[in-house]
């Protein structure tokens, strides 16, 4: 007969609280690198399906993995020379604000002087040329999103490589997988793993899709209200629109910022504003419920809390990949009955059906 060997209670929490020290810890030194091999995992998850497509066809592995870098090349290539190219024209739009700035001032101040009989003098102790060179340097600033995004210049170089040998070796990593849950039915393992890959793949390719329309709804309304460079803001507030929560509204604030500066008439931020709320209302309503769906199957609190610490420990890079991560870990979570709990605390609360021993008694309790 085996003895087992209870751990307290309290030894648990603390082998725990210790563990999460440990991750963090690990998580913030290793940010260089594991950001590139983050970003190359997904990459290689969503160029799967084209390399498993060029290999039906008899083409050799590392043919199909040198094919999809390239195309995944092209195309981040091709966004941030758009972002860039955008961002100088953007940059130069600011040289005649100085003017708007010191008129908007003096209205305020006539404003206020007419309403409320006082003067501020805000005009007076306005400093344009100030304010100008902050509104340069964080518009400039704006080049450096997609870096910031993977953590630092070598990991432009490492996320290609990361991705080409997790393409390469996608099958030899399923395999490990099997070798680490070995008590669990090997197949089943391996149908987990590829259900894992589609959740993925559905998730990155829903998004995309959610993108795409909301920089047509954003480049329609920006170009319908007269703003210059429609198609950059439009484009790159589809973009922050990975972010949940706090992309969306930097997206709009650039736009509201730069038409406010170079526009005449308060009446065009408003519009923008307008805009901005029918379209995350039909974001959030129907482009995201029908496109996404339920793929990452994430409950609300720990997304916003995933945000909170990957941002805090990744930054922009953080979170963007907190949510298919934690979508990840929920899954392998779920391979485990020792981890199950954790699995359940990741995911969306479900509805439990009440028995026949829990439904309400129609007759009244007796005293």
Same mark, same amino acid.
């Given at each position: 007969?085996?003895?087992?060997?209870?751990?307290?209670? @309290?030894?648990?929490?603390?082998?725990?609280?210790?563990?999460?020290?440990?991750?963090?810890?690990?998580?913030?030194?290793?940010?260089?690198?594991?950001?590139?091999?983050?970003?190359?995992?997904?990459?290689?998850?969503?160029?799967?399906?084209?390399?498993? #497509?060029?290999?039906? @066809? *008899?083409?050799?592995?590392?043919?199909?993995?040198? $094919?999809?870098?390239?195309?995944?090349?092209?195309?981040?290539?091709?966004?941030?020379?758009?972002?860039?190219?955008?961002?100088?024209?953007?940059?130069?739009?600011? +040289?005649?604000? &100085?003017?708007?700035?010191?008129?908007?001032?003096?209205?305020?101040?006539?404003?206020?002087?007419?309403?409320?009989?006082?003067?501020?003098?805000?005009?007076?102790?306005?400093?344009?040329?100030?304010?100008? =060179?902050?509104?340069?340097?964080?518009?400039?600033? $704006?080049?450096?999103?997609?870096?910031?995004?993977?953590?630092?210049?070598?990991?432009?170089?490492?996320?290609?490589?990361?991705?080409?040998?997790?393409?390469? @070796? *996608? =099958? /030899?990593?399923?395999?490990?997988?099997?070798?680490?849950?070995?008590?669990?039915?090997?197949?089943?393992?391996?149908?987990?793993?590829? *259900?894992?890959?589609?959740?993925?793949?559905? #998730?990155?390719?829903?998004?995309?899709?959610?993108?795409?329309?909301?920089?047509?709804?954003?480049?329609?309304? #920006?170009?319908?209200?007269?703003?210059? /460079?429609?198609?950059?803001?439009?484009?790159?507030?589809?973009?922050?629109?990975?972010?949940?929560?706090?992309?969306?509204?930097?997206?709009?604030?650039?736009?509201?910022? @730069?038409?406010?500066?170079?526009?005449?008439?308060?009446?065009?931020?408003?519009?923008?504003?307008?805009? #901005?709320?029918?379209?995350?209302?039909?974001?959030?309503?129907?482009?995201?419920?029908?496109?996404?769906?339920?793929?990452?199957?994430?409950?609300?609190?720990?997304?916003?809390?995933?945000?909170?610490?990957?941002?805090?420990?990744?930054?922009?890079?953080?979170?963007?990949?907190?949510?298919? &991560?934690?979508?990840?870990? *929920?899954?392998?979570?779920?391979?485990?009955?020792?981890?199950?709990?954790?699995? /359940?605390?990741?995911?969306? +609360?479900?509805?439990?059906?009440? &028995? +026949?021993?829990?439904?309400?008694?129609?007759?009244?309790?007796?005293?």
């Amino acid at each position: 007969m085996k003895k087992t060997f209870n751990i307290p209670s @309290y030894l648990k929490a603390l082998s725990v609280m210790l563990f999460i020290i440990v991750l963090v810890f690990f998580l913030i030194v290793g940010k260089g690198l594991l950001i590139p091999i983050f970003m190359g995992g997904f990459f290689a998850i969503l160029f799967t399906p084209l390399s498993n #497509y060029l290999e039906k @066809y *008899r083409i050799p592995r590392t043919i199909s993995a040198v $094919i999809s870098l390239l195309l995944m090349i092209a195309f981040v290539a091709g966004l941030i020379s758009f972002i860039i190219g955008n961002v100088v024209s953007f940059t130069n739009d600011f +040289e005649d604000v &100085t003017g708007k700035l010191t008129q908007v001032a003096n209205d305020f101040d006539q404003w206020t002087l007419d309403t409320f009989d006082a003067n501020f003098n805000v005009s007076e102790q306005l400093d344009p040329y100030l304010l100008l =060179d902050v509104l340069n340097k964080n518009s400039k600033s $704006i080049s450096s999103f997609a870096l910031g995004a993977i953590g630092s210049l070598s990991g432009l170089v490492l996320i290609p490589v990361f991705m080409f040998f997790l393409l390469l @070796y *996608r =099958d /030899h990593l399923t395999q490990m997988m099997v070798m680490i849950y070995r008590d669990e039915d090997p197949i089943a393992v391996k149908n987990t793993i590829s *259900r894992l890959r589609k959740v993925i793949q559905n #998730y990155i390719v829903g998004v995309g899709k959610v993108m795409v329309i909301l920089a047509v709804l954003n480049i329609i309304a #920006y170009s319908l209200i007269g703003v210059k /460079h429609a198609v950059f803001f439009g484009v790159l507030g589809a973009i922050l629109n990975i972010i949940p929560y706090v992309g969306p509204l930097i997206g709009v604030t650039l736009p509201i910022i @730069y038409s406010f500066l170079t526009m005449d008439g308060i009446i065009y931020p408003i519009l923008i504003i307008g805009c #901005y709320q029918v379209i995350q209302l039909l974001e959030g309503n129907i482009l995201t419920p029908k496109i996404v769906g339920g793929n990452v199957n994430l409950n609300a609190f720990m997304t916003f809390l995933g945000l909170l610490v990957g941002g805090s420990i990744w930054g922009i890079a953080g979170m963007i990949l907190v949510i298919p &991560t934690l979508a990840i870990l *929920r899954e392998i979570f779920d391979l485990s009955e020792q981890t199950k709990p954790f699995a /359940h605390l990741l995911g969306e +609360e479900k509805d439990v059906k009440p &028995t +026949e021993n829990s439904k309400p008694s129609d007759e009244p309790s007796s005293d």
